[in-house]
């Protein structure tokens, strides 16, 4: 069965610090890859996509994630992070435009 | 426009207790999907509508969880002889096509005493 690894299940930065969130997932064909963010008290919501195209993915408010097919890895990374940023991201994968998998979860604490 | 939106927000509901929950779908959207998510895990599958086909029901835990859907409308989502570990967030979420992006809703959190 396939399956997502989010490895970091709690991380605390501090204000300007760089960020990278793991994501792998297991093979299973075509896949499309997801970020998702939770900020505390609203609902989850799309943060950048992969389908195809330049493996290096930009996203809203400065995320970006890297798809390393070889590595079977979609991280999330962001240069400087901010207060605003804390919140719970989800990596998700579409297998063979079918099924949605989700990782557990990595819930983010950047301290001001 | 309005998003996905999700009834109950809350429920608590005593042991061996039918519950329904209820989503309505961003119009338009024919895929709809419903997930639970236990407290500190990730999202789990449990059902998949996708047009007029058949859902795909295969993340369903058991025979007391169901789901219908309206057309391309309503959802629900129904629980029957609730169980303490029934008690978690359930989410719902629908997108253009299957394969597109999903949009969440606000999910209900149910707590089963």
């Known amino acids: 069965a396939q399956s997502v690894s989010q490895h970091n299940h709690h991380v605390i930065l501090s204000e300007a610090a760089s960020l990278e969130l793991g994501c792998n997932y297991s093979?299973?064909?075509?896949?499309?890859l997801f970020w998702y963010v939770q900020y505390p008290g609203q609902h989850l919501q799309l943060l950048l996509k992969?389908?195809?195209?330049?493996?290096l993915v930009k996203g809203i408010k400065g995320f970006e994630a890297e798809f390393i097919k070889s590595k079977f890895s979609f991280n999330l990374r962001k240069p400087s992070v901010q207060w605003s940023d804390t919140a719970e991201y989800f990596c998700?994968?579409?297998?063979?435009?079918?099924?949605?998998?989700f990782g557990s979860g990595t819930k983010l604490n950047v301290k001001p | 426009g309005a998003g996905v939106s999700q009834s109950p927000s809350n429920k608590v509901t005593e042991k061996g207790k039918d519950v329904e929950l209820r989503c309505d779908p961003i119009?338009?959207?024919?895929?709809l999907y419903w997930y639970r998510q236990r407290l500190g895990q990730g999202l789990e599958f449990l059902i998949y509508?996708?047009?007029?086909?058949?859902?795909?029901k295969s993340g369903l835990p058991s025979d007391r969880f169901s789901a219908e859907r309206t057309g391309e409308s309503v959802s629900t989502l129904t629980i029957q002889r609730t169980q303490q570990e029934d008690s978690a967030v359930y989410l719902c979420?629908?997108?253009?096509?299957?394969?597109?992006?999903?949009?969440f809703g606000p999910g209900t959190r149910l707590l089963v005493l």
């Open positions: 119009s338009g959207h024919t895929a």
């Open positions: 979420a629908s997108s253009p096509q299957s394969r597109e992006t999903q949009y």
């Open positions: 998700a994968v579409l297998y063979n435009f079918n099924k949605f998998y």
């Open positions: 509508f996708q047009g007029n086909s058949a859902p795909d």
């Open positions: 093979y299973g064909g075509t896949v499309n």
């Open positions: 992969y389908f195809s195209g330049d493996p």
